[in-house]
């Protein structure tokens, strides 16, 4: 029994090693987005307004306005691309490792628990005989040892 309180506690102390890398993850992906949309901003609106001036002789007013917004759009997919290649630490594969095992070890005990909870209903003296027996042995010897 006692196994199995210890594989429920190395369960649950893995689950939560898992959950905080999963969060982890998500802020380093989620700030790197954010640092993706202040700069993708900043240099739309720094960058564009001299680039958009030296393209109006070329391009006019409408082609440079619609080559600066498709410059700005492959600069934030770019990055933002950056931000999904993040992957999860070494320590999250270490927990899912460790949660797999109590899982496993957690399994076989309840198997074994419910194949010795079966027999005993088959055989209820046969499951309580053997300690029935050194029970009664250590009474005869102690009542020996008395008389």
Known sequence: MSRIVRNVST??????????GHLD???????????????AGFAAAAVNVG????????LGFVGSAFALAGANLLIAVGVYAMAQT??????????????D??????EAEVVALTDGLRSARND????????????V???LLKARKKG
């Open 11 to 20: 369960l649950i102390r893995a689950e939560r090693l898992m959950a905080r």
């Open 25 to 39: 993850l998500l802020r380093r992906q989620t700030g790197l987005m954010l640092i993706a949309g202040i700069a």
């Open 51 to 58: 680039i958009f001036f030296l393209l109006v002789p070329s």
């Open 86 to 99: 993040a992957k999860p630490g070494d320590e999250l594969k270490v927990a899912e490792e460790l949660r």
């Open 101 to 106: 095992v109590a899982l496993a070890d957690l």
């Open 124 to 135: 209820p003296l046969g499951t309580l005989a053997p300690g029935l027996a050194s029970t």
């Open 137 to 139: 042995v250590a009474a």
